[in-house]
């Protein structure tokens, strides 16, 4: 059974790959709203390398034997992992990436912890900064001072500093984009953590221009009322946050009270966008739910990743991927929009 089942998958993977080429050739004629993927999977967006998906799947069915299997037929994370590998051979074959973008939360570190002295992690995010590959963390975590950022990154940040006092590495090319697209930190060993911020009016996106303070106060004010409202109407034990350029709940510091369920945080986060949404709003914004808290950031990932691509010398999106944790096509899944700026990955 084995090898009917090898030759059948096979035929599936290589009839997907056909279909993303085919949009592929739509997107560089700009029809991709007639291609034959298009019409299958309307929500479909922009492919900027081609999938080897056979080839992927062939690797994955090495390792875990997918069509030995007599009884569990191919599982989300079969699947996962061959778009995934795929992605990773189709940026091989690009000449490999330029830019590397990683989640913090979920991604990096487990939600709410830090990068903590020896994690395995550290050493790959090293190779990759001694290979001249440039390295980006797009977090929601928005601080304004270093400080906050030194804390969470701890053992990423010494070993840089370590790495380059020994004369092992030049100057690592390693940024900290916070608050999604607001607050862009660069390696710096001479500051006292590690971490410079850099001017806003240095990295500034040119939509980023059009966007006022009155605005952003308004769409900020908007979404305080709504989680206000759903407080109230879920009973939460839940505290509002404002900060600068976010606003959002977070669990009651008061002891014994129970974590937020999934359920009520994923009905804020969607009462939270529609309230927003009706009040037309003139700038962009991300609700996401982030395991105990829900934030509403002004810009997004997408911005925050395309900012780090400009700030790094306008690193091509077929160059950078991004490996993040929240890629269902969600309102309340703060990664996905990034697959709109560069190839993307879901962690192992």
């Known amino acids: 059974m084995a090898p009917v089942a090898n030759r059948r998958y096979a035929e599936i993977m290589r009839d997907v790959e056909n279909l993303i080429k085919d949009h592929i050739a739509h997107q560089n004629a700009g029809t ?6 298009k019409f299958l999977v309307p929500s479909i967006g922009l492919f900027f390398t081609p999938l080897p998906l056979e080839k992927a799947f062939a690797f994955q069915d090495q390792r875990r034997k997918i069509t030995a299997r007599r009884f569990v037929p191919p599982s989300f994370n079969d699947i996962r ?17 330029l830019l590397v973008t990683f989640d913090g939360d979920l991604t990096l570190y487990d939600d709410g912890k830090s990068l903590a002295v020896g994690d395995a992690v550290i050493g790959r995010i090293l190779k ?6 440039s390295v980006a963390i797009v977090t929601a975590a928005g601080y304004t001072d270093a400080l906050r950022y030194y804390e969470r990154l701890l053992g990423l940040l010494e070993a840089l500093k370590e790495a380059v006092n020994s004369g092992s590495m030049k100057q690592p090319r390693f940024a900290v984009m916070g608050g999604e697209s607001q607050y862009l930190f660069v390696f710096d060993i001479n500051e006292t953590h590690l971490l410079r911020m850099v001017p806003r009016s240095v990295w500034k996106l040119d939509i980023m221009k059009t966007w006022t303070e009155k605005d952003i106060e308004s769409l900020l004010d908007a979404a305080e009322e709504a989680l206000h409202e759903c407080i109230t109407t879920l009973d939460l034990s839940a505290q509002v946050l404002r900060k600068e350029r976010a606003v959002g709940i977070i669990p009651s510091s008061q002891p014994g009270i129970p974590r937020l369920t999934r359920e009520q945080l994923e009905e804020t986060v969607l009462v939270t966008q529609q309230r927003i949404e009706m009040t037309n ?3 962009p914004f991300s609700a996401f739910n982030g395991g105990n808290d829900i934030f509403v950031d002004i810009g997004g990932k997408d911005l925050g990743v395309l900012a780090c691509r400009n700030y790094f010398g306008g690193v091509p999106p ?10 269902l096509s969600l309102s309340s899944s703060n990664d996905f929009r990034v697959s709109s700026e560069i190839d993307s990955t879901l962690p192992s």
């Open 318 to 327: 077929e160059r950078s991927i991004h490996c993040g944790d929240q890629f």
């Open 32 to 37: 991709q709203g007639t291609s034959k993927l």
């Open 128 to 133: 990759l900064l001694s290979n001249d590959i």
């Open 281 to 283: 709003p003139k700038i």
């Open 81 to 97: 992992l061959t778009f995934n590998t795929a992605q990773l051979m189709a940026l091989a074959a690009e000449g490999g990436p």
